[in-house]
């Protein structure tokens, strides 16, 4: 999911959750939909009387429209006043017209639209003493002390040097007469906050910027639109790709795209990679590759530190191979466009935990960068990470490259060895005597086919004989197994739905079957991508071990459904490429919605009875309302909806949305919902309603869902590698342990294996989902950016207060 950077020294960060639950205690019990609270319970709010400003600042970066409506949407709904500052630091040293106060309806359709909607600029005259006083008098006019800035991280030191001069600055200005003895005490300290807006990923310390997922959407748009046009011609394309001096989206879009080669400026090739290339590109001709795809990094260089450039490297191929070649100098157009779902909903996390940082914020509170943390939006102190990021130019500069790459965070690390292993042009020729299999169960997915194209060439790069069985465990029972080589599975990765054919059928009543072609096959391990089905089949498989010998073999499951709703894994294989379908079908409907005026969608979600997708695209598509099945609701809350739509209608935005998962409630159908919407708003507002179905499982797969399953692909066949042989007895395979049949799933920052009859007590069977699931925490973010006030009972209340409790302990023992 992008870069991990180590950073646990830094681990003192609060957990975004905990703060927005924290503010959550100090609202006002709802009654209904209102306007956002003016005051809380105890008669103060927590941003009463502050003052908020926020800015965007070098270059731009999809998904700041998320962070910046996200800041100005919490920041009043907490009562303080917030600030768009205009074209960056330069509107903030000019002031005037720059600084304008913001409301609820200003930000709104801000979501889906890329770059920044309140500018960018480079300023050198904050740079200097004397425009950063005309910056800090601007903001002591207007009672600011609270200052969130978006950008990278230049921008963010820039903001820390601003802090540090504060009091200072503050001194000249009531020394000369800029300000009164009475502004400059009530603005006597200056709280900042940052978050990292950068497509090119090379902040250390979070594990992916603002607007990184948005730029990859974009490369593979265009490397699958360039890669057909090669194969028509045997052409050789090599692709320029942004990110100075970070390789991450050269890595990334390698990976994704299976590219014959790679230049990134951490890891440059070794002397005489000239030949090496060359070698390459002939070899994967002569196997029957129709095209050559190169990708260069913009800041690509030689063991020396001698640039490599696409027209270098174009030159080379032409010049020794003769081969048609272009280039493609990708550009600008890697920052444009709209902002994927994945750079919406963390620009909205990161924009809520900046607003908590500011309100909390003390004058020993040392300047916080908001950074992504597996799944958990935290603070980590500014300077460090900037020093750690400015480590990483220092190491590639003495020619320290390995250092460099370990800098950039284990993640970063693991991207480059799995891109290493699949690079070979052919498996070694060593065999290790072992056969895996691998199927496809469930509903298909995209990003399947990524995740079998890995298995099967790490496979054979082990040296095993590697099966392809085709439609799941039916396929498996009737001997629907065939060899598969390294080239069958060559383009497979950009390829959504299932090559291998799918099915949903369970194994326990073929498990004759399937021990005569395990036994007639010798299968040694099997290798299951699929959803709830591959997860409940291979339990059943597991069972199954008593009485059939044959199915004691290890066994792994991976898992793979847009549902998202295997246990043991915070992300499935496809949900993202599904919630990007779904956020799109969103902007275009509320563009109509917009364009009609006064008109409400109700659209309905896969997900069975997981309410992942509906929740998510709730967020980055900026919903109403979304309506799961893990949250119960009543006629009571579709009548507050109705409310709050009709109040909205009232305002400048006079259009709604409303999302709802298919399986959310028998009763309150999307018919129901939709007939009593427009029952309900008649004369106010009408209704469409929209069921997205199985749209929602093409398409191509996402650069996220092809770079995971690419990934999950090589982690599986290395653990089981590792089983099989500690599993064997006298050149037979024995595995009936609980822990030879595991779960490869993500954890918060990890792929980690588990055994399934472990899963099994974390498992909801009846309506197949997690018990828990890490993503129903975001709900209230939500509902808030919808304008709703939350209501906790007693038990949340007193336990979020016992969290703030320990937490300001913690901090007074640091």
């Known amino acids: 999911m992008g870069a991990l950077p180590e950073l646990s020294l830094l681990a003192s960060a609060a957990l975004g959750l905990a703060a927005l639950l924290i503010l959550l205690t100090l609202l006002p019990p709802a009654k209904k939909m209102a306007q956002p609270p003016k005051h809380c319970g105890s008669g103060e709010h927590m941003g009463a009387g502050k003052a908020i400003a926020v800015l965007t600042s070098g270059g731009d970066a999809q998904g700041m429209n998320a962070a910046v409506r996200a800041v100005v949407r919490v920041g009043i709904y907490t009562g303080a006043k917030v600030y768009f500052v205009h074209e960056g630091y330069q509107g903030l040293v000019d002031g005037g017209d720059n600084l304008k106060e913001a409301t609820w309806e200003s930000v709104s359709m801000m979501l889906q639209l890329g770059g ?42 820039g903001a820390d040097t601003f802090r540090a001069e504060w009091s200072s600055l503050l001194a000249e200005l009531l020394k000369t007469g800029g300000i009164t003895a009475e502004e400059a005490k009530k603005s006597s300290h200056l709280n900042i906050v940052g978050m990292v807006g950068s497509i090119d990923n090379d902040f250390c310390g979070t594990d992916m910027t603002i607007g990184t997922d948005s730029a990859l959407h974009r490369i593979m748009e265009i490397v699958d639109a360039i890669t057909t046009t090669a194969q028509s011609h045997q052409r050789t394309f090599v692709l320029e790709v942004m990110g100075r001096h970070c390789g991450y989206l050269a890595l990334i879009t390698s990976l994704a795209c299976g590219a014959d080669w790679v230049f990134i400026p951490e890891s440059p090739p070794e002397d005489g990679w000239e030949d090496h290339l060359c070698r390459r590109l002939t070899e994967t001709r002569l196997g029957g590759s129709r095209l050559n795809i190169i990708i260069v990094a913009e800041g690509a260089i030689d063991r020396h530190g001698k640039a490599i450039t696409s027209d270098d490297v174009k030159d080379l191929v032409v010049k020794r191979l003769g081969y048609d070649t272009r280039v493609t100098i990708l550009g600008h157009v890697q920052r444009g466009g709209t902002p994927s779902a994945f750079d919406r909903i963390l620009g909205s996390r990161m924009g809520v935990e900046a607003v908590m940082a500011l309100l909390e914020g003390t004058p020993d509170t040392p300047a916080c960068v908001v950074s992504l943390s597996g799944n958990q939006a935290v603070r980590l102190p500014l300077m460090e990470c900037v020093q750690v990021t400015k480590d990483v130019t220092t190491a590639m500069n003495e020619r320290r490259f390995d250092d460099a790459v370990k800098l950039r965070g284990r993640s970063f690390q693991n991207n480059w060895n799995v891109y290493k292993l699949l690079a ?32 099967v060439r790490i496979g054979l790069i082990h040296g095993h004989r590697m099966l392809a069985v085709h439609d799941g465990f039916e396929g498996l029972a009737l001997g629907k197994v065939e060899d ?22 369970l194994p326990k009543k ?8 395990i036994s007639t096959f010798g299968i040694h391990g099997l290798i299951i991508i699929g959803g709830f089905e591959a997860f409940m089949g291979s339990l059943e498989l597991m ?28 992300f499935s294989i496809g949900a993202d490429t599904a919630l990007n379908t779904i956020t799109t079908t969103c902007d275009r409907i509320k563009q109509s919605a917009a364009g009609t005026k006064r008109r409400v969608f109700i659209i309905e979600t896969m997900g069975g009875y997981c309410g992942y997708l509906a929740t998510m695209a709730g967020l980055a598509a900026g919903a109403d ?54 029952e309900e708003g008649k004369g106010i507002f009408d209704c469409r309603k929209n069921v997205l179905g199985h749209m929602q499982q093409g398409g191509a797969p996402t650069p996220f869902d092809r770079n995971f399953g690419t990934k999950m692909g ?12 500690e599993c064997s007895r006298h050149g037979r395979i024995f595995a009936n342990t609980a822990d030879s049949a595991c779960l490869l799933g993500m954890r918060k920052r990890s792929l980690v294996f588990q055994p399934l009859t472990e899963l099994k007590e974390q498992t909801d069977f009846q309506h197949r989902i997690p018990k828990e699931q890490w993503w129903l925490k975001l709900r209230p973010i939500l509902k808030i950016l919808a304008k709703y006030n939350i209501e906790l009972d007693t038990s949340e209340k007193a ?10 302990s913690q901090e007074s023992n640091i």
């Open 625 to 678: 309302a979304a309506y799961i099945f893990e949250e119960h609701f009543s006629i009571r809350d579709l009548q507050i909806n109705v409310e709050h739509l009709t109040e909205k209608m009232k305002t400048t935005v006079k259009r709604g949305l409303v999302l709802r998962n298919e399986h959310c409630n028998e009763n309150y159908t999307t018919d129901f919902i939709y007939n009593l919407y427009t």
């Open 510 to 517: 073929y498990f004759e079957e399937i021990s005569a072609t």
């Open 424 to 455: 070979h042009i052919r498996p070694p020729s060593t065999k290790s005597g072992h056969t895996l299999a691998v199927l496809n169960v469930g509903a298909p997915a995209a990003g399947m086919n990524a995740a079998v194209r890995s298995t």
């Open 543 to 570: 069972d199954g071990r008593a009485k059939f010998e044959e199915l004691c073999i290890p066994i792994c499951v991976i898992p793979a459904t847009v549902s998202n709703n295997v246990p043991g894994s915070d």
């Open 714 to 725: 090589a982690k599986s066949v290395a653990w089981i590698t590792g089983k099989i042989k």
């Open 799 to 808: 336990l979020m207060e016992h969290v703030r409790q320990k937490r300001i």
């Open 484 to 505: 598969i080589s390294w080239d069958m599975v060559g383009g497979w990765t950009g390829l959504g739905g299932s090559k291998l054919g799918t099915k949903r059928t």
């Open 116 to 157: 920044t909607v309140i500018g960018s600029a480079r300023c050198q005259d904050f740079r200097t003493r004397e425009g950063r006083l005309k910056a800090a008098r601007n903001l002591v006019k207007r009672g600011i002390t609270n200052l969130c800035v978006i950008g990278g991280d230049g921008s963010l030191t």
